[in-house]
């Protein structure tokens, strides 16, 4: 499968998630993304620099998370995860070995759902060296 059709099949196509990209997990390209989700390089680096943070508490729970021009309330961020709302909407982004999904579910979708989505995708990747 390549990786547009993950964004495309496995993230959106499933309804809980409405906008997504993959990225590397050094942020320095970006394999898929769905139509005008827009994730600007200093948001990328933003969030490279939260998976590097190895603080109990990391920066990013205190400042925020930009991601496509918006900015989120950081409302977990561990080694794997980083979850942000904004209002109703919420931002999801999950590292993998080599990769870092970035999405986004809007208000008439439930966090958990979304959040499962995008985990089990992430667990996939994992599974099969990603």
Do not use: C
Request: charged fraction near 20%; glycine fraction near 10%.
């Amino acid at each position: 499968m390549s990786w547009q059709a993950y964004v495309d099949t496995s993230l959106v196509g499933t309804g809980n998630i409405d906008k997504a990209a993959i990225f590397s997990a050094a942020g320095d390209s970006k394999w898929a993304a769905s139509a005008g989700f827009n994730v600007k390089p200093e948001e990328l680096k933003e969030i490279v620099t939260a998976y590097k943070d190895t603080s109990d508490v990391k920066k990013v729970q205190s400042t925020g998370l930009h991601v496509a021009g918006d900015k989120y309330v950081v409302i977990k961020a561990d080694d794997r995860s980083l979850y942000g709302k904004k209002g109703k909407t919420g931002i999801l982004i999950v590292k993998t070995t080599q990769a870092i999904l970035i999405s986004h579910y809007p208000e008439t979708v439930q966090p958990g759902a979304a959040a499962t989505t995008v985990e089990q995708l992430a667990d996939y990747l994992i599974g099969v060296g990603y």
